[in-house]
């Protein structure tokens, strides 16, 4: 168990509104990410952490932005959301350094209408 | 620009039978590959790894092969079986690049 909590775990929203997607680990792990995953698309990265405060962008990074004040949780917020956001969300950790695997949280399914 | 390609949307393959599954990059710099394992609902899930200083690596009735001057990973699964049904990922990563890059993946079915 990687110990990594996604919540919410499903949301609808309406076009427009906020939405803050958080993840969570119970151990000081350095590399947190972001991905969406899409039909035909895989899973594409959002964001990615490699510490407090220290956050960089994936190859789909507009429209979101995230935050990491702490260790343990790695925030996404769609500040404005759309349609072409509906999707499933995933957190992942790196346990190790950089060329080790990494675990995936449950996903969150967001859908914005 | 999609670094990490799948190129087999889906692969269907008898019980007991061999799969294999097939990815390709085009970043040289990529030293460490995974695959990934996806059933619906679920996060994906780790399964194999191999690093870009050998050509092979085995788990099981899993096994990972890297030909480096081709840009080539292959994953192999013997025998097949009915839960080995699930979607597969192949990634990339390289040691001073904090990213992990995807690719598509594929759904492949095992038939009785």
């Known amino acids: 168990d990687a110990g990594i909590t996604q919540s919410p775990r499903h949301k609808v929203t309406e076009t427009g509104t906020p939405v803050t997607l958080r993840c969570h680990q119970t151990?000081?792990?350095?590399?947190m990410y972001w991905y969406r995953q899409d039909p035909g698309h895989g899973l594409r990265l959002i964001h990615y952490?490699?510490?407090?405060?220290?956050?960089d962008k994936g190859e789909v990074s507009d429209g979101y932005s995230v935050s990491r004040s702490k260790t343990e949780d790695f925030l996404l917020t769609l500040e404005s959301a759309t349609s072409s956001q509906t999707s499933v969300y995933f957190c992942?950790?790196?346990?190790?350094?950089?060329?080790?695997?990494?675990?995936f949280g449950q996903g969150t399914r967001l859908t914005v209408v | 620009d999609q670094q990490v390609k799948q190129n087999s949307p889906s692969l269907s393959v008898q019980e007991g039978r061999i799969s294999i599954l097939n990815c390709d990059y085009t970043?040289?710099?990529?030293?460490?590959f995974l695959w990934y394992k996806k059933y619906p609902a679920e996060g994906p899930t780790f399964l194999i790894s191999?690093?870009?200083?050998?050509d092979k690596n085995e788990d099981g009735r899993f096994t990972v092969f890297l030909n480096k001057s081709a840009k080539h990973l292959s994953l192999h699964i013997v025998p097949s079986q009915p839960g080995d049904s699930a979607v597969y990922f192949c990634?990339?990563?390289?040691?001073?690049?904090?990213?992990?890059?995807f690719g598509a993946g594929t759904q492949v079915v095992v038939t009785p």
């Open positions: 992942a950790i790196r346990m190790g350094g950089e060329n080790t695997e990494a675990f």
């Open positions: 151990e000081n792990h350095r590399y």
């Open positions: 952490s490699y510490g407090v405060k220290d956050t």
């Open positions: 970043n040289s710099m990529f030293d460490y």
């Open positions: 191999i690093s870009s200083i050998k």
């Open positions: 990634a990339a990563s390289w040691s001073g690049w904090g990213k992990l890059q």
